[in-house]
C-alpha cells in the first residue's frame, strides 16, 4: 500500500533522465580521454602507502 506515489516518481525521473538532454563539457571529454594531464598521479601506486600485504590484512 502506498507504492503508487513512489513508483509514479521513479517513472518521472526515469524519464527525465532518459530524454533530457544534458549539458556535456566536450572539451573536458577530450582532455580526459587523451590523457590531458602531463604527469598523472596514482595514491594506489605508492609504494609507502601499503608497505606489504601483511599491513593491508592487519589495516
Do not use: C, I
Not at 573536458?28 to 594506489?44: A, V
Amino acid at each position: 500500500m502506498g507504492r503508487g506515489r513512489a513508483k509514479a516518481k521513479q517513472t518521472k525521473v526515469a524519464r527525465q533522465l532518459k530524454y533530457s538532454a544534458p549539458s556535456t563539457d566536450f572539451d573536458s571529454l577530450q582532455r580526459e580521454l587523451s590523457g590531458g594531464r602531463k604527469e598523472s598521479h596514482d595514491s594506489w601506486s605508492d609504494s609507502e602507502s601499503w608497505n606489504s600485504e601483511e599491513e593491508w590484512r592487519h589495516a
